[in-house]
């Protein structure tokens, strides 16, 4: 069974860093693109970040260039975030997702491109 468990969110005051990790299971990831979404609440689900399944290729949110990256371990079967410089328009939930293609989407990236979902983490950047 796919499973997708994200990890490592919390409280981190403004111009902090993170580290979200997302543990896979139940499939073989090497085959996969992965992305990163968040949730403020009463906001849409905004794409965060996509990489390719050999990392060859990675994409990211306008509001987030420069400051997030994302990169993988297959062997490991782990996706990361690691999150620079965050502000108070930062804080949500984070969603680590599957795509059903190796390659990221070629337009912007959106939710209804990525198949499976884990249950988020909570991101809070507050002074």
């Known amino acids: 069974q796919l499973q997708l468990v994200e990890s490592g969110g919390g409280l981190v005051q403004p111009g902090g860093s993170l580290r979200l990790s997302c543990a896979a299971s139940g499939f073989t990831l090497d085959y996969f693109a992965m992305g990163w979404f968040r949730q403020a609440p009463g906001k849409e689900r905004e794409g965060v970040s996509c990489?390719?399944?050999?990392?060859?290729?990675?994409k990211y949110g306008d509001s987030v260039k420069g400051r997030f990256t994302i990169s993988r371990d297959n062997a490991k079967k782990m996706v990361y975030l690691q999150m620079n410089s965050l502000k108070p328009e930062d804080t949500a939930v984070y969603y680590c997702?599957?795509?059903?293609?190796?390659?990221?989407?070629?337009?912007?990236?959106?939710?209804?491109?990525?198949?499976?979902w884990g249950q988020g983490t909570q991101v809070t950047v507050s002074s």
């Open positions: 997702a599957a795509r059903g293609f190796d390659t990221c989407p070629t337009d912007a990236i959106k939710a209804p491109y990525f198949a499976s």
């Open positions: 990489i390719s399944s050999s990392s060859g290729s990675t």
